[in-house]
């Protein structure tokens, strides 16, 4: 029997991650002799990150095995039991978790959730009538909930795009004490050398590492990368200085700017992601160094707010009316109650050509002229020589910028954000050299300590 599992809002602001559920639960699958193979990596799939009612980090996992039990319910059993026990450790809200089995390939029908919950708000009577719809092929464990929104759209994501990440988790008894991870220099070497093709594990700009989440999260490193094998190869040259409960490769929709769909202005509410394209009206830098600019696309005219923290702005504070853009990213309500758009992709897609007029200079002396009154010509104020018939200099202005894409750095994209080292790059979906499970703990998917 082969199925698919999701799970979300199994973590809380005490510590936990639903990777670590995740890798957890398969671990304990696998022990136990539940399953029989692996169908594919597991996903760790973010959501739009705009929505108020998130966990930490909006982003949900799945996992598809093949069964070596012909029955449901010992593995509902236990992925039930599994996760009621890591909420309670980590002090989370069980009303929130959620855990989906459906059987494998069901996924296409669940493609609508994963899109809705990337790019906008889901209701829950509209999932409710997507579960009711798929009748019995879906067992919710943990019952219905917001969880559900999580669990439901990483079953459902596309998979057309994607990128992996190898998450190392940290033994329990040093969970919350400081981190002892690579430094930055092991990690700025495995970023430039490109061998592993990893991306983002530290912020060239600002010096800091980035592999590495804060506080009592039980993630000690996360290393992004394009091939799932070559992250294997990475974490065995890099020297991880405290002891490890495991790691496991998650195949992501991070990085893939996926939440950026085209959308007209008047599509773009409070709560929605996505893609704008227009026409530059006006453009305000803040005290600050912010800069607000109000887009207009024919139907409508959309405020979009470029924050400094994204090094965009050093572009944005450049553009002037007239010119066209496309802005990406998520709309939040502000105070003012106008929705606004928080840019996370900038493309130049036209610039208005700005010229500078000027008086000629004198043919006799070279002096720039004066004029000489309203169409009477030039007059030059050196050697008094006086042409009717001049035409005033003009010349083009150089922008600063030029028509592209522009994208945040490492230190400040966001999970779905696309970070400038992938600028251009056409990720499709790479498959690595997935074993089954009887490899699994020697190599490749999941390392077991
Ligand atoms: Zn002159």
């Not at 439901?152 to 919350?176: F, I, K, M, N, Q």
């Amino acid at each position: 029997m082969k199925v698919s599992i999701g799970i979300d809002g199994v973590d809380s602001q005490h510590g936990g991650c639903t990777t670590h559920a995740l890798y957890r639960l398969f671990k304990r699958l696998v022990e136990k002799g539940y399953v029989r193979s692996l169908l594919d990596y597991p996903y760790l799939v973010r959501l739009n990150p705009a929505v108020p009612r998130k966990t930490r980090g909006n982003g949900a996992v799945a996992i598809g095995v093949e069964l070596a039990v012909d029955r449901l319910d010992p593995l509902v059993e236990e992925l039930s039991g599994l996760l009621v026990e890591y909420v309670a450790q980590v002090r989370g809200d069980l009303s929130k978790a959620c855990a989906a089995v459906v059987p494998y390939g069901l996924t296409e029908r669940l493609r609508e959730v994963y899109t809705k919950a990337l790019t906008d708000f889901v209701h829950l009577d509209y999932l409710g009538s997507i579960i009711k719809s798929l009748g019995d092929s879906v067992v919710l464990p943990l019952g219905m909930n917001w969880g559900c929104v999580g669990a439901l759209a990483a079953l459902g994501w596309s998979r057309s795009v994607c990128t992996y990440e190898l998450l190392v988790y940290r033994d329990p008894s040093y969970v919350g004490s400081p981190r002892r991870a690579p430094d930055v220099g092991a990690l700025a070497e495995l970023d430039s050398s490109r061998e592993y093709e990893t991306f983002c594990s530290y912020d060239p700009e600002s010096g800091r590492i980035t592999a590495t989440p804060g506080g009592p999260d039980p993630v000690l490193l996360g290393i992004r990368g394009l091939d799932p094998d070559k992250l294997v190869e990475a974490l065995r040259v890099l020297a991880i200085p405290e002891p490890i409960e495991g790691w496991m490769v998650f195949k992501t929709n991070q990085a893939s700017g996926e939440h950026m769909i085209p959308r007209a202005s008047l599509e773009l509410k409070p709560l929605r992601t996505g893609c704008l394209a227009g026409v530059v009206r006006e453009v305000a830098v803040r005290p600050g160094g912010d800069v607000v600019l109000s887009v207009s696309d024919g139907l409508g005219e959309l405020r979009a707010a470029v924050f400094k923290e994204t090094g965009l702005t050093r572009y944005a504070r450049l553009l002037v009316a007239g010119d066209v853009v496309r802005l990406c990213g998520s709309v939040k309500l502000w105070d003012d109650d106008r929705p606004t758009l928080h840019v996370e992709l900038l493309e130049v897609v036209d610039l208005e050509e700005r010229y500078l007029r000027r008086n000629p200079r004198c043919p006799k002396c070279g002096s720039r002229m004066e004029s000489a009154g309203r169409g009477k010509g030039y007059r030059c104020p050196k050697c008094g020589f006086r042409a009717a018939d001049l035409r005033p200099e003009v010349s083009r202005l150089p922008r600063g910028i030029d028509v592209g894409v522009y994208l945040p750095g490492c230190g400040s994209v966001k999970h779905l954000g696309i970070p400038m080292p992938l600028s251009g790059l056409d990720l499709g979906c790479r498959e690595g050299s997935l074993r089954a499970v009887s490899d699994f703990y020697r190599i490749d998917v999941v390392g077991v300590v």
